[in-house]
């Protein structure tokens, strides 16, 4: 899944994108959702995995400048801007949660849009590369994109964000209200893009399934960073297949097992 880089547009440039956020707080207003989190994001795919509201979606609207954020996040050890507008112009494209498409407008005119700023040849070329990678795409060119099933939707919004040869890709629950058939497909494509020297930072809730695919996990609760490791050292843990993987039942109480966050955060697993 080769995107175009060699042209003169190179929003991303060529070179593979290693994001280092240290001590990140972010929220809404006075209240703060992440407090002091540090994490990295390096040339694969690294996943953050939590249960809902331990803060996902608001680590990447910070990232992209869509809310205040306080710390210091770096790009290829420059900083990365605070406006949003500038976040996109160093290279890096978001894949919001639920889409965010526009209904009315047909795929191909989602796309288009995707890579507005580069020139009308290029913009067709990269359209023509999209429709490669994503067959199906091809075959409903000229539908309009609210009248698609939700997997072809994010197929048409991850595609939008590659059109502008982003060197970071952020996912935000890709996988969100999908069939498992679709799951497997989408996150496929993650890894393929990964593969190909785009950085990947996706935020899931499918634990199993984006360790399956992810090179770096960490697990992310109330704002903090409870656990981090190789992808397939976090897949074996006890500790992480208790918590997120179905606990096993005590056979005489009949309750769960799971350990609670302080015991998660004393079996954090290390590179």
């Known amino acids: 899944m080769m995107w175009y880089r060699d042209t003169p547009f190179r929003l991303g440039g060529g070179t593979q994108a290693h994001l280092k956020v240290q001590g990140l707080s972010a929220g809404y207003g006075a209240f703060l959702v992440l407090r002091d989190l540090t994490l990295e994001a390096r040339p694969g795919l690294t996943v953050v995995l939590g249960p809902n509201g331990a803060g996902k979606t608001t680590l990447l609207k910070a990232l992209n400048g869509l809310i205040a954020r ?80 939700g997997g072809e939707q994010q197929m048409v919004a991850v595609a939008r964000a590659m059109m502008c040869a982003p060197r970071l890709l952020m996912l935000d629950e890709p996988s969100l209200g999908l069939a498992p058939k679709m799951v497997d497909e989408l996150l496929g494509i993650a890894r393929r893009i990964a593969d190909e020297g785009t950085t990947v930072l996706m935020v899931e809730q499918n634990v199993k399934k984006a360790l399956a695919v992810a090179d770096r996990g960490y697990v992310l609760e109330r704002g903090v960073i409870v656990a981090s490791g190789p992808a397939k050292l976090l897949a074996r843990s006890t500790v992480i297949r208790e918590a997120y993987l179905g606990a096993d039942k005590d056979p005489a109480t009949g309750t769960t097992n799971a350990p609670d966050a302080v015991q998660r955060r004393k079996a954090v697993a290390t590179a």
């Open 70 to 149: 306080q710390g210091t996040v770096l790009l290829n050890g420059e900083e990365l801007p605070e406006k949003t507008h500038e976040i996109v112009q160093n290279g890096v494209a978001l894949v919001a949660e639920g889409r965010q498409l526009f209904p009315q407008m047909t795929v191909t005119e989602n796309l288009e849009l995707g890579g507005w700023l580069v020139p009308k040849a290029e913009r067709a070329r990269r359209i023509e590369q999209a429709f490669e990678h994503f067959p199906k795409l091809r075959e409903r060119a000229t539908q309009l994109a609210g009248t698609m099933s």
